[in-house]
Nanobody, 127 residues
Framework: QAQLVESGGGLVQAGGSLRLSCAASGRTLSGYTMGWFRQAPGKERDFVAAISWSGGNTVYADSVKGRFTISRDDSKNTVFLQLNSLKPEDTAVYYC????????????????????WGQGTQVTVSP
Protein backbone atom coordinates (compact mmCIF):
# COMPACT_ATOMS: atom_id res chain seq x y z
CA GLN A 1 0.00 0.00 0.00
CA ALA A 2 1.47 3.32 -1.09
CA GLN A 3 1.82 5.91 1.62
CA LEU A 4 3.70 9.01 2.59
CA VAL A 5 4.73 9.59 6.19
CA GLU A 6 5.63 13.03 7.46
CA SER A 7 7.84 13.62 10.49
CA GLY A 8 9.91 16.31 12.14
CA GLY A 9 7.21 18.60 13.44
CA GLY A 10 7.17 19.98 16.97
CA LEU A 11 6.95 23.02 19.21
CA VAL A 12 9.44 25.80 18.54
CA GLN A 13 9.79 29.45 19.50
CA ALA A 14 9.40 32.20 16.94
CA GLY A 15 12.60 32.58 14.97
CA GLY A 16 13.46 28.92 15.36
CA SER A 17 13.88 26.17 12.78
CA LEU A 18 12.54 22.72 12.00
CA ARG A 19 13.24 20.17 9.29
CA LEU A 20 10.30 18.15 8.06
CA SER A 21 10.70 14.84 6.25
CA CYS A 22 8.30 12.97 4.01
CA ALA A 23 9.22 9.34 3.46
CA ALA A 24 7.48 7.16 0.90
CA SER A 25 6.76 3.48 1.14
CA GLY A 26 5.06 1.23 -1.37
CA ARG A 27 5.73 3.67 -4.18
CA THR A 28 8.56 5.63 -5.75
CA LEU A 29 8.85 9.40 -5.66
CA SER A 30 11.17 9.37 -8.64
CA GLY A 31 9.59 11.13 -11.59
CA TYR A 32 6.95 12.92 -9.52
CA THR A 33 6.70 16.52 -8.44
CA MET A 34 6.32 16.62 -4.66
CA GLY A 35 4.44 19.22 -2.69
CA TRP A 36 4.07 20.43 0.86
CA PHE A 37 0.82 21.94 2.09
CA ARG A 38 -0.36 23.12 5.49
CA GLN A 39 -3.67 23.46 7.26
CA ALA A 40 -4.36 25.62 10.29
CA PRO A 41 -7.42 25.00 12.49
CA GLY A 42 -10.58 26.19 10.80
CA LYS A 43 -8.79 27.02 7.57
CA GLU A 44 -8.35 25.40 4.18
CA ARG A 45 -5.31 23.40 3.22
CA ASP A 46 -2.86 25.80 1.58
CA PHE A 47 0.06 25.29 -0.75
CA VAL A 48 3.48 25.83 0.84
CA ALA A 49 6.13 24.56 -1.57
CA ALA A 50 6.76 22.10 -4.38
CA ILE A 51 9.77 20.63 -6.12
CA SER A 52 9.73 19.32 -9.67
CA TRP A 53 10.43 15.69 -10.46
CA SER A 54 13.92 16.64 -11.68
CA GLY A 55 14.63 18.73 -8.61
CA GLY A 56 15.54 21.64 -10.87
CA ASN A 57 12.49 23.77 -10.18
CA THR A 58 11.06 24.84 -6.84
CA VAL A 59 8.00 26.94 -6.15
CA TYR A 60 7.03 28.60 -2.87
CA ALA A 61 4.05 30.40 -1.46
CA ASP A 62 4.78 34.10 -0.99
CA SER A 63 4.29 33.74 2.75
CA VAL A 64 7.24 31.35 3.11
CA LYS A 65 9.55 32.50 0.33
CA GLY A 66 13.05 33.11 1.64
CA ARG A 67 12.37 31.21 4.87
CA PHE A 68 11.49 27.66 3.76
CA THR A 69 13.47 25.37 1.47
CA ILE A 70 12.17 22.23 -0.20
CA SER A 71 14.54 19.48 -1.35
CA ARG A 72 14.43 15.84 -2.33
CA ASP A 73 16.62 12.75 -2.19
CA ASP A 74 15.23 10.18 -4.57
CA SER A 75 17.83 7.62 -3.47
CA LYS A 76 16.13 7.73 -0.05
CA ASN A 77 12.64 8.15 -1.48
CA THR A 78 12.26 11.20 0.75
CA VAL A 79 11.36 14.87 0.44
CA PHE A 80 12.36 17.52 2.95
CA LEU A 81 11.12 20.93 4.00
CA GLN A 82 13.51 23.15 5.96
CA LEU A 83 11.62 25.75 7.98
CA ASN A 84 13.66 28.73 9.16
CA SER A 85 12.73 32.02 10.83
CA LEU A 86 9.46 30.50 11.94
CA LYS A 87 6.54 32.74 12.86
CA PRO A 88 3.44 32.01 14.95
CA GLU A 89 1.37 32.20 11.77
CA ASP A 90 3.28 29.18 10.45
CA THR A 91 1.49 27.04 13.04
CA ALA A 92 -0.39 24.29 11.20
CA VAL A 93 -0.43 20.62 10.31
CA TYR A 94 2.00 20.12 7.44
CA TYR A 95 1.24 17.53 4.75
CA CYS A 96 3.21 16.18 1.84
CA UNK A 97 1.76 14.69 -1.32
CA UNK A 98 2.81 13.45 -4.73
CA UNK A 99 1.74 14.79 -8.11
CA UNK A 100 -0.96 12.65 -9.70
CA UNK A 101 0.94 12.75 -12.98
CA UNK A 102 4.46 11.51 -13.54
CA UNK A 103 6.94 13.73 -15.38
CA UNK A 104 4.55 16.67 -15.45
CA UNK A 105 6.22 19.61 -17.18
CA UNK A 106 4.92 22.25 -14.77
CA UNK A 107 4.73 22.46 -11.00
CA UNK A 108 1.17 22.74 -9.73
CA UNK A 109 0.15 24.39 -6.49
CA UNK A 110 -3.38 23.11 -5.97
CA UNK A 111 -4.45 20.23 -3.76
CA UNK A 112 -6.35 18.62 -6.64
CA UNK A 113 -3.09 17.99 -8.44
CA UNK A 114 -1.72 15.77 -5.70
CA UNK A 115 -2.39 12.36 -4.24
CA UNK A 116 -1.17 9.94 -1.57
CA TRP A 117 -1.54 12.49 1.19
CA GLY A 118 0.29 11.69 4.41
CA GLN A 119 -1.22 11.97 7.88
CA GLY A 120 0.54 15.25 8.54
CA THR A 121 2.94 16.52 11.18
CA GLN A 122 2.07 19.30 13.62
CA VAL A 123 4.20 22.45 13.67
CA THR A 124 3.51 24.85 16.52
CA VAL A 125 5.36 28.16 16.79
CA SER A 126 5.09 30.07 20.05
CA PRO A 127 5.50 33.87 20.17
Amino acid sequence: QAQLVESGGGLVQAGGSLRLSCAASGRTLSGYTMGWFRQAPGKERDFVAAISWSGGNTVYADSVKGRFTISRDDSKNTVFLQLNSLKPEDTAVYYCAADVRRYRAVVVGTTSGYTNWGQGTQVTVSP
